[in-house]
Each structure stands twice: as C-alpha cells, then as structure tokens.
C-alpha cells in the first residue's frame, strides 16, 4: 500500500515558478514508478511527467518538456516537479500517482493516486 500526499501547489504569475512535492509512505517507494498528471476544468486528466523507480529514465508530455523537471528522492521517499515559465494553459489540479513497475502515461495504470494540488497561473 502507497499513500501520497502532494503540497506546493498556489498561485503564480505566468512567466513564474512552483515546485510542487509528493510524499510517499510504505516501504515499497524504491520499486514504484511515480507520475504527475494534471486536470483543469471540464477536461481529462493529462500526463505531464513520469520517473522510473531509480531516478534514471524520465518522461514528458512535450506540452511541458524543457520547461518542467522532474526528479526523486528516495531516501526522503519524494518526488518532484520543478515547474517553470508556467503559462496560464498549465493551470490545473496536479496529481501524483504511483504504479509498481516502469513509469506510464496513462492513468489508468497506476495503482495509487494522491489528492491532488491546485496550480493557478495568472496573466
């Protein structure tokens, strides 16, 4: 069992910044890939970025490559999304999720999935 709880959301002006943090708890962090999603209102939930249970392979949706950065630390059993030049289309809740084996961009493939944190980026 993977509980997470995801903080760092708020608002921004875009142009702007946010790291948004995920805390895991169990004992199985290490094996799990971890992903970020978004949804903004009235539409589906999207993929933004995913990362192996090692750290070593990442992936983007290439709305976001370059721009936002993902990364982990196991040893705090954390993940992470460095967001920058957010634009008010990055406007969402951001939720992340894990899944035991290799990182995924496709929600339904992942097991547990936190509460999610509001990202408002202002023009």
């Known amino acids: 069992q993977v509980q997470l709880v995801e903080s760092g959301g708020g608002l921004v002006q875009a142009g702007g910044s946010l790291r948004l943090s995920c805390a895991a708890s169990?004992?199985?962090?290490?094996?799990?890939?971890m992903g970020w999603f978004r949804q903004a209102p009235g539409k589906e939930r999207e993929f933004v970025s995913a990362?192996?249970?090692?750290?070593?392979?990442?992936y983007y949706a290439g709305s976001v490559k370059r721009r936002f950065t993902i990364s982990r630390d196991n040893t705090k059993q954390t993940v992470f999304l460095q967001m920058n030049s957010l634009t008010p289309e990055d406007t969402a809740v951001y939720y992340c999720?894990?899944?035991?084996?290799?990182?995924?961009?496709?929600?339904?493939?992942?097991?547990?999935w936190g509460q999610g944190t509001q990202v408002t980026v202002s023009s």
């Open positions: 999720a894990a899944r035991y084996g290799s990182g995924s961009r496709w929600p339904r493939e992942y097991d547990y």
């Open positions: 169990g004992r199985t962090f290490s094996t799990c890939a």
């Open positions: 990362i192996s249970g090692d750290g070593g392979t990442t």
